[in-house]
């Protein structure tokens, strides 16, 4: 039942309210599971295949009136059939079918279910062409270990203060990856992997891989063939139901957190950018061997051996400012950068390492124009075919970036919402005017869109078309432009604050989810 017009939900289900003090805790009851939001905690299997059809079974809250589920990936989505319809009874389990087009990289992908409550949180999945398996929860020791035929995958928890077994068996001579997917999909646990022999002997062990942020992952080379066991356990010896993980057994190693197969080892990619992009060129590692670059540039380059240093070489007009920022551990690598920024005469003009989630950083505007060199050291002198990392060098005009606190907003049928936006200025004080991009045109009417003069924030009114269903969802950014210098400025609203809340234990959530906002209408009282 939906209450609409000026009556309150208490004259409607006045004349049936049996007494004051259970009336209320019934409609409390009522009322908390009418309008609540969809939840979701967990999807089995925790993967999808490209070029097939997977059948996941979602695990969570509020699922009733379920219409849409949205995937930041190519698929096909279904509702299963035994799913409850629009306006059945809530569930805690609800079932899709994803068809996956067989050109989707393996990867990390999300999902948001719509219902005609809301939007749930978003889930994180892999994208994978590993068979899927689920664990028997009876492999608690080694006599008991569950069989994982290679190559495959599992979904498993693990349970406070216990062990999780698994069993495989190998050839001689062959070579054997193992990686276990938790901290990149959200969940809690902090996994200790170990691989055993038959007998129960400790092989190989791995707590945090380098290039997978808390995860861990080992390759062994089989010198004989037989049985063996794989031990996983969180390494605080905590557990429960967000204590989950994906465990891959595989011959073919992987390109590192993006969980894509290596095709071209010796290759280290940049990653999308916005400027041209070319591959560190050896030798640069002495100053009078330093690689010239032009500016802008993107650089992909590799710590090839340890107590490698690169250089490289630009040339700057007076007044002009530069970024030179590393990307290391976002993009999978297991580096920590230094950064010398120098003149020709070998004097220091600014350096940079590691603090927290920047990555490497020199901001620098030039007082002399010039030729400067760029050093690029690993911070703990270590190398080898895997220690990449990507340079930007570009120039950073007056500016701002803009950010919001929320990745998805909830607003009845022809209502309303409020948008906070809050900018950083570089060197610009000027006004910022804002507006939605995607979503469909004429869905939104905004208000309020403007961030006034040297002010660092604006709360943005916006009202939904009464055209949009409830139950439906629509995907939008937030866009700021300025006319600086002469020239027009834009930039997109970060929604990367918000990822970090919803996956604190994340360092370098996904970033192609960055920016994204999602709207949920719902049922309700339309504005007047």
Not at 119 to 125: F, H, Q, T, W, Y
Not at 244 to 263: A, G, N, Q
Not at 366 to 377: C, D, I, K, P, Q
Request: aromatic share 8%.
């Amino acid at each position: 039942m939906i209450v609409t017009g000026s009556a309150s939900i208490l004259d409607v289900f006045r004349p049936q309210l049996p007494s004051l003090p259970l009336a209320f805790l019934w409609l409390g009851s009522l009322v908390s599971g009418l309008a609540q939001s969809p939840v979701l905690n967990h999807a089995i299997p925790s993967a999808v295949s490209p070029g097939r059809t997977t059948h996941l079974t979602l695990s969570g809250e509020n699922f009733a009136g379920a219409t849409e589920l949205w995937t930041s990936f190519p698929a096909h989505v279904t509702l299963a059939p035994s799913a409850p319809a629009t306006g059945a009874s809530d569930s805690s389990s609800l079932g899709w079918a994803l068809s996956v087009s067989s050109e989707v990289r393996p990867g990390i992908g999300a999902i948001r279910l719509a219902t005609t409550n809301g939007l749930s949180n978003l889930l994180l999945l892999t994208i994978d062409d590993l068979s899927n398996a689920t664990e028997n929860t009876t492999n608690k020791a080694l006599r008991s270990a569950q069989y994982l035929a290679i190559p495959g995958a599992i979904d498993g928890v693990c349970e406070e203060l216990s062990f999780d077994y698994y069993q495989i068996e190998a050839q001689a001579g062959q070579q054997v990856n193992i990686d276990v997917v938790a901290h990149r999909l959200g969940s809690l646990l902090d996994p200790i992997l170990r691989l055993l022999n038959s007998s129960g002997r400790e092989l190989a062990y791995c707590d945090d891989a380098l290039d997978a942020y808390a995860d861990a992952r080992l390759s062994y080379r089989f010198p004989a063939a037989g049985r063996f066991f794989i031990e996983v356990r969180d390494t605080r010896y905590q557990g429960g139901p967000k204590y989950r993980y994906r465990l891959r057994v595989s011959e073919s190693p992987l390109d590192r957190l993006r969980l894509r197969p290596i095709s071209e080892p010796e290759f280290v990619p940049c990653g999308a950018s916005p400027w041209p992009e070319r591959l560190e060129v050896e030798p640069n590692d002495s100053p009078s061997t330093a690689l010239p670059i032009p500016i802008p540039l993107s650089i992909a380059g590799t710590f090839a051996k340890e107590k490698d240093r690169d250089f490289y070489e630009f040339d700057v007009e007076k007044g002009q400012r530069l970024v030179m920022a590393g990307l290391t551990r976002s993009l999978g690598f297991p580096c920590d950068l230094y950064l010398e920024l120098r003149k020709s005469n070998d004097s220091l003009v600014a350096e940079a390492n590691v603090t927290g989630i920047d990555e490497g950083t020199i901001t620098n505007t030039f007082t002399e124009a010039g030729t400067y060199r760029l050093l690029v050291e690993e911070l703990n002198q270590q190398g080898g075919p895997g220690f990449g990392y990507r340079l930007d060098v570009r120039p950073q005009p007056p500016g701002f970036a803009l950010s919001v606190d929320s990745d998805k907003i909830e607003a009845a049928q022809g209502g309303s919402f409020d948008l906070k936006v809050t900018c950083l200025r570089r060197e610009y004080a000027g006004p910022i005017t804002l507006a939605l991009a995607g979503g469909g045109s004429g869905n939104f009417i905004l208000s309020d869109n403007v961030i006034p003069p040297k002010t660092n924030a604006a709360q943005v009114k916006v009202t939904v078309s009464a055209d949009l269903p409830p139950g439906h969802m629509v995907h939008f950014t937030v866009q700021g432009r300025a006319q600086i210098e002469g020239a027009t400025y834009e930039a997109q609203a970060s929604t990367m604050p918000a990822i970090r809340k919803l996956f604190p234990q994340m360092l370098y959530p996904p970033p192609e989810l960055d920016g994204l906002i999602a709207l949920g209408v719902k049922a309700g009282r339309k504005s007047e």
